[in-house]
């Protein structure tokens, strides 16, 4: 089962940066798919280390677009990512010593911590500069 769903209110109001935080979601999924089924990864370190290079990589783009665009609110954005990249290092740790419900507290931890920071950083951001995607 997917561990997270597109929801309408994640929608920042630009298709490219939905379509690209789609492809996020989906990123995510195939990875815990892969976990919890008979895939490639094999260990919860593989699927965390997987996960933290693919939301890294999209955080660096939009970092790099607010710097560029000398953002106003570049400290507090980046501040948020950083929450999300600490929480999910956080969770690796509670998985590796625990491993009983996790994939149920994981999902709703970054469900919730998708839909906050789609719905506020980063539709301020894109309502206020547009797209990074070209
Ligand atoms: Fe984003
Ligand atoms: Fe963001």
Same mark, same amino acid.
């Given at each position: 089962?997917?561990?997270?769903?597109?929801?309408?209110?994640?929608?920042?109001?630009?298709?490219?940066?939905?379509?690209? =935080?789609?492809? *996020?979601?989906?990123? !995510?999924?195939?990875?815990? $798919? +892969? &976990?919890?089924?008979?895939?490639?990864?094999? @260990?919860?370190?593989?699927?965390?280390?997987?996960?933290?290079?693919?939301?890294?990589?999209?955080?660096?783009?939009?970092?790099?677009?607010?710097?560029?665009?000398?953002?106003?609110?570049?400290?507090?954005?980046?501040?948020? =990512?950083?929450? *999300?990249?600490?929480? !999910?290092?956080?969770?690796? $740790? +509670? &998985?590796?010593?625990?491993?009983?419900?996790? @994939?149920?507290?994981?999902?709703?931890?970054?469900?919730?911590?998708?839909?906050?920071?789609?719905?506020?950083?980063?539709?301020?951001?894109?309502?206020?500069?547009?797209?990074?995607?070209?």
């Amino acid at each position: 089962m997917a561990l997270l769903q597109w929801k309408d209110q994640y929608s920042v109001g630009i298709e490219a940066v939905d379509h690209e =935080h789609k492809e *996020l979601i989906a990123l !995510i999924n195939r990875l815990h $798919d +892969e &976990l919890t089924g008979k895939g490639a990864l094999s @260990s919860a370190e593989a699927f965390f280390g997987d996960l933290f290079m693919g939301i890294s990589a999209h955080f660096a783009l939009e970092e790099r677009f607010m710097r560029e665009h000398r953002y106003d609110q570049l400290g507090e954005h980046k501040a948020d =990512h950083e929450r *999300l990249l600490d929480e !999910i290092r956080d969770m690796m $740790d +509670e &998985l590796v010593a625990d491993e009983s419900n996790a @994939s149920e507290d994981l999902s709703a931890r970054l469900d919730a911590w998708f839909s906050r920071h789609f719905e506020t950083h980063d539709a301020r951001l894109h309502k206020a500069l547009g797209s990074h995607a070209h």
